[in-house]
């Protein structure tokens, strides 16, 4: 491969491999390539998207700054850092209105305070065409940060949230189906795309658990990505035994003749968290389950894959530079 070739030749995944060279290494316990850079106990976090890319029919620029704040949050939490501060920086055309500046900030500044976290300001510059966000947090680990890597055979696979819902919301758009009607028949899956929410919960968990957790990630860029990508960076198999989907999401793959399991692996931006328990650590399990939204969805075990009633799964998640599902 040359670096002469172009972003959407090689894709996303392997520009960020190339990129990574050029990463300083922290010995914080976290890996280059991990969600979150920690800097002597201080985690950092950049993350943003444009416009023209993100923003769905139903949604509106509040949504958008929303989704921003959200991004910072959902890593940090997966990581067990609590979110202290989020600032942004906006590019804008120059004839935009001020009030849609007005609107992005303010899901920035309240979706940072869903989170108990502050929004600090930031910056603003001119842009030729699109709007794009760029939002970046400081946070503070309650414990020891939690790697990617960790996972080991015999460990349970753990996950917050319910499945489905964002691939149902995707899927409509892709469809054209009317934005009204979406919300009136199925109002959780356009929720879900307006104003996401990372399980601040998790971090409770984390402060009462932590050594019992091996590995974690968080799932905004797919579930099957993010078992995809945790099954690799360990060198393990993933083996699911079930997948926790949202009532919406099965009454809206019923309507539209679709598997539900499509949706539920193949969505994106759940802002969930997905990680993995160490086997001697079972006895802390019907807890987990009963006083959160927990779910433990399978096993890790030897090989590589991962794997659903017996079949493997192909662990693709959405590449910005080409466009389209890809794998790792």
């Not at 760029?134 to 990617?148: F, N, T, Y």
């Not at 460990?155 to 054209?176: E, M, P, Q, R």
């Not at 028949?185 to 968990?205: D, M």
């Not at 539920?264 to 079972?282: H, K, P, Q, R």
Request: proline share 4%; charged share 25%; net charge negative.
């Amino acid at each position: 491969m040359s670096y002469s070739s172009r972003l959407s030749d090689i894709g996303e995944k392997k520009v960020i491999e190339i990129l990574l060279e050029y990463v300083d290494k922290t010995n914080s316990g976290l890996e280059r390539d991990d969600d979150v850079a920690l800097i002597r106990d201080i985690a950092l976090k950049i993350d943003g998207f444009s416009i023209y890319d993100s923003m769905l029919p139903w949604n509106n620029f509040y949504d958008m700054g929303w989704k921003a704040s959200t991004m910072i949050a959902s890593d940090f939490i997966a990581k067990g850092v609590k979110p202290i501060a989020i600032m942004a920086s906006i590019g804008m055309p120059r004839d935009i209105q001020v009030n849609v500046v007005i609107d992005i900030v303010r899901g920035l500044r309240d979706s940072a305070h869903n989170y108990d976290a502050l929004f600090v300001g930031g910056d603003t510059n001119a842009s030729r065409t699109d709007i794009w966000i760029d939002a970046s947090g400081i946070g503070l680990p309650i414990d020891k940060v939690i790697s990617i890597r960790g996972a080991k055979r015999g460990d349970y696979i753990g996950v917050t949230g319910w499945y489905g819902l964002t691939g149902a919301a995707f899927h409509a758009y892709s469809i054209n189906y009317e934005p009204a009607l979406l919300e009136k028949k199925y109002p959780e899956i356009v929720k879900s795309t307006k104003r996401p929410e990372a399980p601040l919960y998790f971090l409770e968990i984390v402060k009462k658990y932590r050594p019992c957790i091996t590995s974690s990630t968080d799932i905004s860029d797919g579930l099957a990505f993010s078992l995809g990508r945790l099954a690799t960076k360990n060198k393990v198999a993933m083996y699911l035994e079930h997948i926790p989907i949202h009532a919406e999401a099965l009454r809206y793959a019923r309507e539209v003749n679709m598997e539900p399991l499509t949706l539920a692996l193949y969505g994106g931006e759940e802002f969930e968290v997905l990680f993995t328990i160490d086997e001697e650590c079972n006895n802390i399990i019907d807890e987990l389950e009963k006083n959160y939204n927990i779910f433990i969805i399978g096993v890790v075990g030897e090989g590589e894959g991962v794997y659903y009633d017996n079949k493997r799964i192909n662990p693709l998640g959405w590449d910005h530079f080409r466009n389209r599902l890809a794998g790792e």
